[in-house]
């Protein structure tokens, strides 16, 4: 079974304060996908980026960050200079492929104080 | 702009009324989801609809309906709704069933249960 652990819960920083969201999964699949979404208080999810299990580069666009290592089974997110605007609820999810669905963690609630 | 509708945003009904809550997309997606999610909590999936296939989680109860009368159209009855059943309700698309597709939320519907 596929199973996501997000274990902070809440992370309060300062504004300009670079923060990384820790996302630890489970499956038994060889080819999976990952994702991070943005529930900001507005509560619309919104969709941030995309990873394959057979691509472990790095990606950056703009202040994100992802960090994918399959050797730890760890997706991290990291958020460079940190703005208030940056203050939501984040989710990392799993789908296994074949299984048109996917498993979310219990998310990080970021707040960025000014 | 193309998007995902959820109507009402705020729903508040009395133990053991029936409740509909309505979702429409214009982004002509095949897969639609339902999700519950309570407070500090990850979305559950409570559905999804591939086209007009319809797919139950195993652990959703039975008190729990659906309708996909269209594609644009998507609809969660909620038969008998208990003071556990207050949650925000998320409606979400995916163009198809491919786990590699991310997904596309509405606003969400706000369920009180009085």
């Known amino acids: 079974a596929q199973k996501v652990t997000q274990a902070q819960t809440e992370i309060s920083v300062v504004e300009k304060e670079d923060v990384t969201l820790d996302c630890v999964y489970e499956t038994r699949d060889t080819t999976y996908y990952l994702f991070w979404y943005k529930q900001p208080p507005s509560g619309e999810l919104v969709f941030l980026i995309r990873?394959?299990?057979?691509?472990?580069q790095n990606e950056i666009s703009g202040r994100y960050s992802w960090n994918f290592q399959k050797s730890t089974s760890s997706f991290n997110f990291t958020i460079t200079a940190s703005q208030v605007v940056d203050s939501a609820v984040y989710f990392c999810a799993l789908s296994e492929a074949g299984a048109g669905k996917s498993t979310f963690g219990d998310g990080t609630t970021l707040t960025v104080k000014p | 702009d193309a998007m995902v509708i959820q109507n009402p945003r705020y729903q508040v009904t009395q133990f053991g009324k029936p409740v509909t809550l309505s979702c429409s997309q214009t982004l002509n997606h095949n897969v639609m989801y339902w999700y519950q999610q309570k407070s500090s909590q990850a979305p559950k999936l409570l559905f999804h609809?591939?086209?007009?296939?319809?797919?139950n989680e195993a652990d959703t109860p039975d008190n729990f309906q659906s309708r996909r009368p269209n594609t644009s159209f998507c609809f969660l009855d909620i038969r008998s709704p208990g003071l556990g059943d207050a949650a925000m309700y998320l409606c979400a698309t995916s163009r198809a069933r491919d786990s590699y597709n991310e997904q596309f939320f509405g606003p969400g519907t706000r369920l009180t249960v009085l």
């Open positions: 990873r394959n299990s057979f691509d472990e």
């Open positions: 609809y591939y086209d007009k296939d319809f797919n």
